[in-house]
């Protein structure tokens, strides 16, 4: 989970110490790209060409370039979060539960995510809970999050999945961040009877969304670079397991280039 972009972006000097003419020469550069990136956005929008003939790369283009419109757009619902009712089923949902250790076990880590820690167990590392990594690939991923926001099925992985735990006693809740991803979702495990408060708070643009799903298996999704938190809770437990989505060509490139740090670093 990382800072919000638009932070830098704020404190960004796009001139520096550039002279006048300088000055004027590079915005004069930048908007003929933007005048040239708003024209391929708008053929590529009302283009007939579905996300599933389209290259991985111009997806990701286009989702990139849509996101930045949506930030300066006054309609409301332009980068709302979505919940789907039960993508998981109770019984689901408790065997998952049966699999968790303890809350004192040292397999609930605070060391993977710097910037925002998460009390929390990740998937691809638990053989115990692998299973789900294929389950919510084909179940929410591929048939769901990638014709919502304009991927072919098999453009889009996951960049981490993990079981977060809040606790009354410990870790309530979350600061506002943004993830580091291009969509995130969050679905509910345990029963919403065994806590009170919780939920995700968002934050697009004046307008802020509390989403707090009322039954295991219920999942929010929604575009990584929206703000949000998540609220603490004031009483027992609160498990739900957490999933990051991007294109599977930068996953690979960002594995292939941790791999070989690891290895420099041998």
Not at 107 to 117: D, K, L, N, Y
Not at 146 to 163: E, N
Not at 182 to 191: C, H
Request: some cysteine; proline content about 6%.
């Amino acid at each position: 989970m990382d800072p919000s972009p638009s932070d830098d972006e704020a404190n960004f000097d796009l001139f520096g110490d550039l002279s006048p003419d300088e000055q004027e020469q590079t915005s004069a550069r930048h908007a003929t790209m933007n005048k040239a990136n708003d024209a391929r956005l708008d053929q590529l929008q009302h283009s007939r060409i579905s996300p599933e003939d389209r290259t991985i790369k111009a997806n990701r283009w286009l989702f990139m370039h849509t996101r930045r419109h949506h930030r300066h757009d006054s309609s409301p619902d332009a980068t709302l979060p979505c919940l789907i009712p039960q993508l998981l089923t109770q019984d689901e949902c408790q065997t998952i539960l049966d699999q968790l250790p303890g809350a004192t076990s040292t397999e609930w880590t605070t060391a993977r995510h710097s910037a925002f820690p998460t009390t929390d167990i990740p998937i691809a590392t638990t053989p115990s809970l692998r299973y789900l990594m294929p389950l919510l690939q084909d179940r929410l991923v591929s048939s769901v999050l990638a014709p919502i926001y304009g991927f072919a099925r098999h453009q889009l992985g996951f960049r981490d999945l993990f079981l977060v735990r809040y606790d009354s006693q410990a870790q309530q809740g979350l600061a506002p961040h943004t993830d580091g991803c291009l969509m995130s979702f969050s679905i509910l495990i345990n029963s919403p009877d065994d806590f009170e408060g919780g939920g995700t708070l968002f934050y697009t643009g004046s307008n802020t969304v509390m989403m707090r799903p009322t039954h295991q298996g219920d999942v929010v999704h929604h575009d990584a670079c929206i703000t949000h938190q998540g609220v603490n809770i004031t009483r027992g437990e609160r498990i739900i397991l957490v999933g990051f989505v991007d294109t599977v060509d930068t996953i690979r490139q960002d594995q292939l280039g941790n791999g070989a740090r690891k290895l420099r670093s041998e």
